[in-house]
């Protein structure tokens, strides 16, 4: 298993940007892919972005435009720089890592960071 330790939550106003970063504990180069997944209050997880080992990035549809996640390799994380935040996108954020064991595949998730858009 991957240990993730996420960072750069808070609490911003509509319209302004956040950060989140997460740290791994093994080489990144190494992990099949790399993401964020969010929950909002009585909503179940769901798919953010992700960053797959041969550069590929995948968005869901309702932060297209406004997010960007990008991996620093050498120091083993990734970010996700949110812009153009919304109420909507209120929810504490967790990273993913996805690994290829055996065939199949096996999750990791950080402990989860709070982002909260409102005036």
């Known amino acids: 298993q991957v240990q993730l330790v996420e960072s750069g939550g808070g609490l911003v106003q509509p319209g302004g940007s956040l950060r989140l970063s997460c740290a791994a504990s093994k080489t990144i180069s190494s992990i099949y892919a790399l993401g964020w997944y969010r929950q909002a209050p009585g909503k179940q997880r769901e798919f953010v972005a992700r960053?797959?080992?041969?550069?590929?990035?995948e968005y869901i549809d309702s932060v297209k435009g406004r997010f960007t996640i990008t991996s620093d390799l050498p120091k083993n994380t990734i970010s996700l720089q949110m812009n153009d935040l919304k109420p909507e996108d209120t929810a504490v954020y967790y990273c993913n890592a996805r690994e290829v064991i055996g065939g199949y595949f096996e999750d990791s998730w950080g402990q989860g960071t709070q982002v909260t858009v409102s005036s």
């Open positions: 960053r797959t080992m041969g550069g590929g990035t």
